[in-house]
């Protein structure tokens, strides 16, 4: 794929037809070939029962911003196996994953993520990381 393509507008409206990004809050701040950046305003409805970001939705973002990481070199892709490291409470207005693939491939894709606040970037609240395979939609 071509570096002058317009991945925000892309993702955006991939994410636009998920139910799920669209209940979650999902938005598509960033993206470049092989990297993505996506935020997530707080809302007590994605916290668990000590008000921090349920451990679920943490996953769930490092998830989508990987997978949309991989689209920018390989198109759409389906997850077929992540991993999540909660480092501290997740606490923030509002939070940032940016994802980066590793390495991109016909039939694997590796990538990682990073969880952090806006208020404190260099914060990290999880990291993650996931092996993609391209879905040759």
């Known amino acids: 794929m071509s570096e002058s393509v317009d991945f925000v507008a892309q993702l955006k409206s991939i994410s636009g037809r998920a139910e799920f990004n669209n209940w979650l809050g999902v938005e598509v701040a960033a993206a470049s070939v092989g990297e993505v950046e996506l935020r997530l305003p707080w809302r007590k ?3 668990q029962y000590s008000g921090f970001l349920h451990a679920g939705v943490i996953g769930a973002l490092l998830d989508t911003a990987c997978g949309f990481a991989a689209y920018t070199m390989v198109g759409p892709s389906l997850a077929s196996q ?3 490291k909660c480092l501290r409470p997740a ?3 509002v939070f940032v994953v940016k994802a980066r693939v590793l390495k991109p491939g016909k039939q694997q894709v590796f990538t990682q993520a990073e969880l952090t606040s806006l208020d ?4 990290l609240l999880a ?3 996931t092996l993609l395979v391209p879905a040759g939609m």
């Open 45 to 47: 409805e994605l916290g």
């Open 82 to 84: 992540y991993s999540v």
């Open 127 to 129: 990291v993650g990381d």
């Open 91 to 93: 606490v923030a207005q």
């Open 120 to 123: 404190e970037p260099g914060k």
